[in-house]
């Protein structure tokens, strides 16, 4: 099915398409010539080492950074002509979602609501429900009327999850969403994704371990230095670390360096 | 003069219609500063502003005109700067702030007119505004309940997340702008109330008082309101009270010096708050281990018991001389669990 009107180079129904994405922050190259394609339905995990540009690769896609050279694509729409946010949930890293006053769980989760309200209009009945809906899928239900602030890390995460998931988005893409989150929490998020994909969302998450998450991973990429370093079948954690994703490079002019010996261990890695 | 008949009189009916007014309005947009952490935000605008009133002084023109637009020319730099996340911003705001204070007791100097008339803005002097100026008080404060109350989905989204609001398609610098501005009038309107050094009490110290007792932020922001409300009437019927005992107490002071007490009075209630939930706050939901408590237990827990209830995955644990205990039905009848 193709809509008549939307002049592209993809079909309308892929989620996300970047191509040779460039980006720079504050002046200082971070990603650089970057594809990616997530199609319908797809379970993709953005994998890499610390600083090897995994979260800003999941800003750029949801346009909170700018891409310096290259393009990308959202349901079809480059990014500066796509206004149906409504089809996007994002889920930031739990550091950036505190204000300075009490905020209650019903009140962060109903601001998902936001790309369907009009200006000036109360809750509707619908608002209601998908916010009530959102809020079992992630288990908190019992918790809407208390202060954000009460709730533990992973109680949180789980909090913000259900702000995205009351806007009923098709794609959604998440920001570490198991950092800092003890294991019965993140089998709790777990479950709440796999509903999600069997529902046939599109997923993006950002994610250092994988975890309880693993099962349910269609297609892992994995960032190294700020390019794309593998994109496949989903890797193990052990294979994302071993296989010298992490291990940097080496430059002309740090030649007389020891190049690291993967087969010898030093003791650092042992601790 | 009763203080009854004190109320008669129609500067002080102007005055009290002010007060009302301001207390509920200028808190209302407090709420938004104080969630984004900018709670030093009317401070500074109130320091710029000095600025704008002496222009309005010099130039023989509304010094109510010139404030306003000089007030939100600051605010709307004092956001671009904050925008910007300059590792030396607040070295930037402070700069602006010293000169907009300086600027101002310069300009008056210029223009010649004395310190006194200056001093009307710096700490306030509600009682002599005028029928035009209240007015201009009356309208600005109705636009800004209604901006703060109406739009406040958006405004919370904005404030609270950023990031968020900005992938979810909201206009996220042209709400931080009109927050910025919504400062900018605020310290404008309140001016004359409290004065342009003490404006960001009033935007301030209502919602310090009320974010102790709520959960929610629909509660604060009312809450703000009302406490803000009761401050300022209240305030201002202080000021009135003692100035009939000879004192010369200015309202705006008195004002402040109320809304600072009832932080006071609600911080002990606000402590026993904070620490009743961090009791009950549930414990992590792992299998727990069956200890049978050794001792017979001499009672029931319950409901009535007064030991602590908090839960604990499925079922309920009660904090008892400093042990957890579980209500365990077993083969040989009920017992409890040391969880």
Sequence with gaps: ?271 | MSLLELFSVPFMQRALIAAFLVGIAAPAVGTYIVQRRLALMGDGIGHVAVTGVAIGLWTQTSPTWTAVVVAIAGAVVIEVVRERGHAEGDVALAMLFYGGLAGGVFVTGLAGTGASRLQEFLFGSILTISVDDLLVTMALSVVLILICVGLSPQLFAVSQDPDYAKVAGLPVRFYSILVAVLAALSVVIAMRTVGLLLVSALMVVPVAIVQQLTRSFRMTLLGAMGAGLVASVGGLVLAAALSRTGANVQPGPSIVLVALAGFFLVWPIGAWLRRRRALVAPFPETSPEENPVDEAHPHHHGEKCGHVAVEHGDHVDYIHDGHRHAAHVGAEGEHYDEH
């Design chain 1, 1 to 271: 099915m193709t809509r008549s009107g939307t002049r592209s180079t993809v079909p309308a129904d892929v989620p996300v398409q970047l191509a040779h994405g460039d980006v720079a922050l504050s002046g200082r190259p971070v990603l650089r010539g970057v594809d990616l394609t997530v199609n319908r339905g797809e379970f993709v995990a953005l994998m890499g080492a610390n600083g090897s540009g995994k979260s800003t690769l999941v800003r750029t896609l949801v346009g909170l950074n700018p891409l310096s050279a290259g393009r990308l694509e959202l349901f079809g729409r480059g990014l500066g002509s796509f206004h149906d946010w409504s089809r996007v949930g994002y889920v930031p890293q739990r550091s950036t979602a505190t204000g300075g006053v009490p905020a209650s769980v019903w009140e962060v989760v109903a601001s998902g609501r936001l790309t369907h309200r009009k200006l000036l209009r109360p809750l509707r009945s619908a608002d209601r429900a998908a916010i009530r809906a959102a809020l079992e899928v992630v288990g908190m239900a019992a918790y809407a009327h208390r202060g954000v602030a009460q709730l533990s890390g992973g109680q949180h995460q789980r909090v913000l999850i259900a702000r995205a998931l009351a806007g009923r988005p098709e794609l959604l893409l998440l920001d570490e969403p198991t950092a800092g989150v003890d294991l019965p929490n993140q089998q709790a998020l777990a479950a709440a994704l796999g509903r999600l994909k069997d529902d046939g969302a599109t997923i993006v998450l950002v994610a250092h371990e994988l975890g309880p998450l693993a099962p349910l991973i269609d297609r892992a990429v994995v960032m190294r230095d700020g390019r794309k370093a593998y994109d496949g079948p989903p890797l193990s954690d052990a294979d994302v670390h071993a296989q010298g994703f992490d291990a940097g490079h080496v430059h002309c002019d740090d030649a007389q360096a020891p190049v690291p010996n993967p087969a010898v261990p030093t003791p650092l890695k042992e601790l």
